[in-house]
């Protein structure tokens, strides 16, 4: 396989799959022109004049849609680790014998450990999404047929968007729907609050399935996906586990350490300036992430200070700051728990969005850069601070990107990470797989101090006088080195073969994955 | 070295385990050292702990044997005190230490008079909760041998709080050790007296005489491996023969720089329960504080269980101090900053000692004897009281 070094010095192949790759060129580097992909034209005429799109089962719906060897398939993961549906979308493709389909998930969870009998056997020829926990074992083992590509949620809808991928049948997964098609998440057994990850699949796929388990009758309102684009919709009794789908309740962690990485967190967007009237900031679910919200709240409302809009991953944190008046509005990139549901159910100022109006980096903008401040996680950092999400330090995949290379344009992008694991390093010489550049990445705040990127001087000259430990990354790498017993040792890689990519926020490629030698 | 057994375990095993490890390790008579090693940091780590259990191998002798290790991150510290009671149950006798070298920064003294609002107590068998427990800046560590550790991993426990004194970095807190009750607590002695400990807690106390066994055996092991800076002891109450002695205790050793309580255990002697408004210890507690403060020592309260009540602990701090303690224990990190928010002066307090010690100095000046700050008279305690405040102010960054 020819691997060409791109602009950020990582070795990537040429092509993938038989497709044609740009290496990185740097961020912001590459615009391309031409044209965006071409949905093909419709007419009405064609489709039932009552409405009723309704067919018998997903089996009539995949037939009448034309599946056939070799199409690419998409799903979506609003229903998280609660999806039976996926699961049972390619017992059906297997049952009909169909093989090499290209599966085109916005993420994959531990659930979908069933389907790698499906790659086993060559009905799923690989998988572009994310390849998580068993998925991503198998994949980082060299198993899958083809290979891997790796997006963002703004990469996935440029992909879609840019005519790289095209999705031949979208399915989509309605907690509600009508018969004609029209479909949200916010009511319904299986609700999830929205669906905006299923937006760039129902705009471009040739043919478009909408499975409910809560069929309403025509308007199906809020329209989240609008009918107009749909093909068929096809009922089923249901789509998954409902508690796995959202949680009841969504805690803080109780890690003492991760709570003063959140104490330090808000502390520092207090000290820089960042907190003041009108501002606003991105949070996410993992334990810290939804710490630093409390930390927070503590100081804005200590101060008087009221936030314009709150980007989220949506928790109940999310829905008090709203409730209390703290932040006009949430825009809500995918729900958590039952309170955001509830929230966007009923208040209009919690506002569902899609990975086209945050995030898709070939728009006439994107939300993304509007953020104040962004609090993300890393798996790795190095001392240029570029950052990995996608693996391990051991070589394997163990996550997916999400919306963390899209966040990365706040303008201030803090990662908040331990500075290690057990006896596993977090900040090191070299990331394992590079996901975002370290020019975009502002500030890491751990358990043992807080670095400011070098190019930040402002951040810098800002927090001089602060009680915050502030250090250099290096020093914080020295420390962890220390306590880990010196320079952890690289994982023993197949250099000559790439299991899977790394897409950057524009299409081009900025990292590959390596097969993990056996005899490690 | 003599052996009866050829093999034996030691360490923790299980999928809930972390920043910890297992071995096995059974003698054989040839075919030298077989390592099997399971680690979850292999690849990163493997080399590294290889090396380290074959160094480990030849310092203590052991030329011939199948060795397991079970590794879910251990530190290096951890891993050669789990080594070394693998090792010591193979030979029951063996007196050689394996020691890492001493970090640096570990390198620090105490004094007698130094804050101790809080002190967060670290079961002494928990690897996992050492590493980052100065991080949240408790006056003091203690690295507890006696209730939290199992009886069967008490030689586990010495060994990992040993290594933990040289290896660990606490970021410059006091570092206590409560070793366990006497006798036993001074077989604790020699795995901590020349590691650099600064305060030892002995717990159950209920004569001078302990105190004095314990200082003596301090005083012996300090001479015996050179140790010169000063090894202070905190005397734990925790019987109703203990209230009777406290001021006895209290005065025992020139050393001793606190005197606290534990209640669970003085209740339970009592046949009472500990109640949140604690009417069945308010005597015990006043006896405390009143023994520490006649022997000049500091009087330091009992912990507050109970670690998702943030508001109950500020108030039991609140209470803790108008009864006249100068610290309370902690179970959990995030006590920390409750506590020394509770012990440090308000801001009236603050105000207040500052006018009173500028008219006291402009008084001075003047050479006038009677000082009044409005209709009241400053007589010398007050002017003394309030020194106090001011500097209690500084320490805890409030003034």
């Known amino acids: 396989m020819k691997l060409i070094k791109n602009a950020i010095g990582r070795l990537v192949p040429a092509q993938v799959n038989g497709q044609k790759q740009i290496p990185f060129k740097g961020v912001d580097k590459f615009k391309p022109s031409g044209s965006k992909a071409k949905p093909k034209i419709n007419s009405c005429i064609d489709f039932p004049e009552d409405g009723n799109k309704v067919v018998k089962n997903l089996k ?77 074992r198998f994949t980082t083992e060299g198993k899958m047929k083809g290979i891997g590509i790796l997006r963002s949620h703004g990469g ?190 009923e208040n209009p100022n919690h506002v569902n969005t899609s990975p086209f109006t945050s995030y898709n980096f070939h728009g006439k903008g994107n939300f993304a850069s509007i953020v104040d401040v962004a609090v993300l996680g890393a798996t790795e950092v190095d001392v240029d601070f570029n950052a990995n999400v996608v693996s391990h330090s051991d070589g394997y995949l163990l996550h997916g990107i999400g919306g963390w290379q899209n966040c990365l344009y706040s303008k201030c992008t803090i990662l908040a990470v331990p500075s290690f694991r057990d006896r596993i390093p977090v ?94 | 070295m003599k052996n009866i057994l050829t093999k034996s375990t030691a360490g923790k095993r299980g999928d809930n385990v972390r920043s910890d490890c297992y071995f096995e390790i059974e003698l054989t008579n040839s075919a030298g050292i077989k390592l099997d090693i399971k680690s979850k940091v292999a690849s990163m780590y493997g080399d590294s702990i290889k090396k380290q259990l074959n160094e480990m191998c030849k310092f203590f002798g052991i030329k011939n044997a199948n060795i397991l290790l079970e590794d879910n991150g251990a530190l290096p510290f951890v891993m050669a005190a789990r080594f070394e009671l693998v090792v010591k149950r193979l030979f029951p006798d063996l007196n050689k230490q394996f020691f890492l070298p001493v970090n640096k920064n570990n390198l620090t003294s105490t004094t007698k008079e130094r804050l101790r609002r809080s002190r967060l107590y670290l079961p002494g068998n928990e690897s996992k909760f050492f590493m980052n427990a100065g991080l ?67 717990p159950k106390c209920e004569s001078p005489n302990q105190v004095i066994e314990v200082e003596n055996e301090v005083n012996r092991l300090k001479e015996e491996n050179h140790v010169e800076h000063e090894i202070y002891f905190m005397p734990i109450i925790e019987s109703a023969l203990g209230i009777i002695k406290a001021y006895e205790i209290a005065s025992a050793s020139k050393n001793n720089c606190a005197l606290t309580i534990g209640l669970e255990d003085y209740t339970a002697d009592l046949g009472t329960q500990r109640t949140i408004e604690g009417k069945e210890s308010f005597y015990a507690r006043s006896i405390i504080v009143n023994a520490a403060k006649a022997a000049g020592i500091q009087a330091i309260d009992t912990v507050f269980s109970d670690v998702a009540d943030m508001e109950g602990l500020k108030q039991s701090v609140i209470e803790a101090k108008s009864l006249g303690f100068e610290g309370k224990g902690c179970i959990h990190p995030r006590q920390v900053p409750v506590v020394h928010e509770g012990f440090a002066p308000t801001s009236e307090e603050i105000e207040k000692a500052k006018k009173i010690v500028l008219s006291f100095e402009e008084a001075e000046k003047k050479g006038i004897g009677v000082v009044s700050l409005g209709s009241k008279m400053i007589d010398a305690p007050v002017v003394k009281r309030a020194q106090k405040t001011i500097q209690l102010a500084i320490l805890n960054d409030k003034a």
């Open chain 1, 156 to 345: 996935r809808y440029q992909a879609v968007q840019d005519g790289e991928v095209h999705i031949d049948i979208a399915v989509i997964a309605a907690p509600t729907s009508d018969p004609f098609g029209n479909a949200n998440g916010v009511n319904g057994k299986s609700a999830s609050g929205l669906i905006g990850f299923a937006l760039a699949d129902s705009e471009y796929a040739d043919k478009v399935i909408v499975v409910t388990d809560n069929l309403i009758p025509f308007p199906c309102v809020p329209w989240q996906i609008q009918g107009n684009n749909v093909d068929y919709v096809v009922q089923v009794d249901s789509l998954g586990d409902a508690s796995k789908i959202v949680s009841g309740t969504t805690e803080v962690t109780k890690s003492p350490d991760r709570l003063l990485i959140a104490e330090y967190v808000a502390q520092f967007i207090d000290e820089a300036g960042i907190m003041k009237n009108g501002f606003s900031f991105q949070a996410g679910s993992g334990g810290t992430n939804l710490a630093f919200v409390l930390y927070l709240k503590e100081r804005m409302k200590a101060k008087n200070v009221k936030a314009r809009f709150v980007r989220g991953g949506s928790t109940k944190y999310l829905v008090q700051l709203l409730e209390e008046g703290l932040t006009d509005y949430i825009l809500d990139g995918q729900t958590f728990d039952l309170e955001g549901v509830r929230s966007m159910r």
């Open chain 1, 427 to 520: 900040i090191i010489d070299e990331v394992t797989t590079l996901c975002g550049p370290g020019e975009l990445i502002d500030v890491i705040i751990t358990e043992r101090g807080i670095a400011i990127n070098p190019k930040r001087k402002d951040l810098i000259k800002l927090m001089k006088d602060s009680s915050l430990p502030i250090k250099s990354i290096k020093q914080i790498r020295d420390e962890v080195y220390s306590i880990c017993g010196g320079a952890p040792s690289k994982p023993k890689l197949n250099r000559n073969k790439v299991v899977a990519v790394v897409k950057w926020v524009d299409g081009t490629v900025i990292d590959s994955v390596f097969q993990i030698n056996k005899t490690n």
């Open chain 1, 60 to 136: 009539e719906a995949l037939k009448k849609a034309g599946l056939k060897d070799g199409m690419t398939i998409s799903t979506h993961h609003h229903l998280r680790n609660g999806d039976a549906l996926t699961n049972i979308l390619f017992d059906t493709i297997n049952s009909m014998g169909v093989k090499n389909i290209r599966w085109f998930p916005s993420a994959s969870f531990p659930i979908h450990e069933h389907l790698i009998k499906y790659l086993e056997d060559g009905t799923i020829h690989h998988i572009e999404g994310s390849m998580n926990g068993p998925l991503g």
């Open chain 2, 136 to 202: 949240h800046k408790p006056d003091g560590i203690i690295l507890d041998l006696e209730d939290s550790v199992a009886y069967s991993e008490k030689e586990a426990a010495q060994l990992l709080v040993r290594n933990a004194l040289r290896s660990v970095d606490f970021y410059g807190v006091e570092r206590m050790v409560r070793i366990n009750q006497l006798p036993r607590g001074l077989e604790d002695l020699k795995f901590i007296v020349p590691h650099n400990v600064h305060v030892i807690l002995i």
